[in-house]
């Protein structure tokens, strides 16, 4: 069973900047997606960015410009780098990996994000 680590969450200024890690528990499984989404009480989760296999990356609108997801294949590390941080951005961030064969999703725990002044 694979497991996720998330690190880098906190609370930040509005402005302010944070990088979100995601690592899996092993590296020796073939992956062909990460990503990361978020979540607010009420609300449905929602997708933040993803990347590829092959390196295309999807972002959410509301954070195009802002934020960045990069990728270290060879550990199955994800990073989401979080620039100019908004109060809306206050939410559960989750990162998600998906696996190629069988095809499965695995989820991290979660980490707080809280932007506040």
């Known amino acids: 069973q694979v497991q996720l680590v998330e690190s880098g969450g906190g609370l930040v200024q509005p402005g302010g900047s944070l990088r979100l890690s995601c690592a899996a528990s092993?590296?020796?499984?073939?992956?062909?997606?990460m990503a990361w989404y978020r979540q607010v009480p009420g609300k449905d989760r929602e997708l933040v960015a993803a990347?590829?296999?092959?390196?295309?990356?999807t972002y959410a609108d509301s954070v195009k410009g802002r934020f960045t997801i990069s990728r270290d294949s060879a550990k199955i590390t994800v990073y989401l780098q979080m620039n100019s941080l908004k109060p809306e951005d206050t939410a559960v961030y989750y990162c998600k990996v998906r696996r190629t064969w069988p095809v499965t999703d695995y989820w991290g725990p979660g980490t707080q994000v809280t932007v506040s002044s």
């Open positions: 990347i590829t296999r092959g390196g295309t990356t």
């Open positions: 092993e590296s020796n499984i073939d992956i062909n997606m």
